[in-house]
């Protein structure tokens, strides 16, 4: 499973705030991000599955 970290790199830490560490999954950080920050919820999965701007 990936974490956060493996996914955005250092800028996993601006996630703390919305109660998603580093080394969280990003299935979990996603359920969580989906409560607190759905924008950010959105980010992350487009970015986990590519589907975002080149």
Known sequence: MRSV??????SA???IRY???PDDDVY???KVLDKTAPHLAKFLKSVL???GAS
């Open 13 to 15: 830490v601006s996630l």
């Open 5 to 10: 970290r493996d996914v955005l790199g250092v």
């Open 49 to 51: 599955h590519g589907d």
């Open 28 to 30: 979990t950080a996603i």
């Open 19 to 21: 109660g998603v560490m």
